[in-house]
């Protein structure tokens, strides 16, 4: 059973606007929730973070949004960009680190 | 520089052979991991270390071993008994529990 789901494989975005990447989780015990993202071939990249205690955390065009009474994440990128086309990971830790399938992103010119 | 390591990139083998994929760190990082991405299944967890000679099974251990007697290494062993060996495995390390995955590139295995 899936304890991170990330439900949506793949978002077209228009370039400079906004994209929104969602992640649903299951298990409340969830203290500690990251993104990544991932190019082919290569490993993933963390790109941001953010603890159970807070509910917003953003750093430059990246903010992770938690709301924990809907047992929900999401990661906004403003403004996207051509080099944002990735697979992005929403990834969920209690004492070990579970990740979702992954949302392949799009920015179209 | 400090990173992850995984060698080789490629990796071609004979059904019913055993492999050995490598990983090393020099990070100084005491927890390590192995996961497998297969298209559409995301990441998942095969076997992780949080210190030197302890390793715990993950979601998806069933053919496969590991050690860790060193801190900068955990090298993973795909043995014949891997039903579907043919995959993308990535090894990852981290500081501390309040610390993110840092990831080698990865090591694509394929078995025929």
């Known amino acids: 059973d899936q304890q991170v789901k990330q439900n949506s494989p793949s978002l077209s975005v228009q370039e400079g606007r906004i994209s929104i990447l969602n992640c649903d989780y299951t298990?409340?015990?969830?203290?500690?929730f990251l993104w990544y993202k991932k190019y082919p071939a290569e490993g993933p990249t963390f790109l941001i973070s953010?603890?159970?205690?807070?509910d917003k955390n953003e750093d430059g065009r990246f903010t992770v949004f938690l709301n924990k009474s809907a047992k929900h994440l999401s990661l906004h990128i403003v403004p996207s960009q051509p080099g944002d086309s990735a697979v992005y990971f929403c990834?969920?830790?209690?004492?070990?680190?579970?990740f979702g399938k992954g949302t392949r992103l799009h920015i179209l010119p | 520089d400090g990173g992850i390591t995984q060698s080789p990139k490629y990796l071609f083998r004979k059904e019913g052979q055993n492999v050995t994929l490598s990983c090393e760190q020099n990070?100084?990082?005491?927890?390590m991991y192995w996961y497998r991405q297969d298209p559409g299944q995301g990441l998942r967890l095969i076997y992780y270390?949080?210190?030197?000679?302890?390793?715990q099974k993950g979601d998806i251990a069933e053919g496969y071993s590991v050690s860790r007697e060193k801190k900068e290494s955990f090298p993973l062993t795909v043995t014949s008994a891997q039903k579907n060996p043919t995959a993308f495995y990535l090894c990852?390390?981290?500081?501390?529990?309040?610390?993110?995955?840092?990831f080698g590139n990865g090591t694509r295995l394929t078995v025929t």
């Open positions: 298990n409340s015990m969830f203290d500690y």
């Open positions: 953010i603890s159970s205690i807070k």
């Open positions: 990852a390390s981290r500081y501390g529990y309040s610390s993110p995955l840092h």
């Open positions: 990070l100084n990082h005491d927890a």
């Open positions: 270390s949080q210190i030197v000679n302890d390793f």
């Open positions: 990834a969920a830790r209690d004492d070990k680190i579970i």
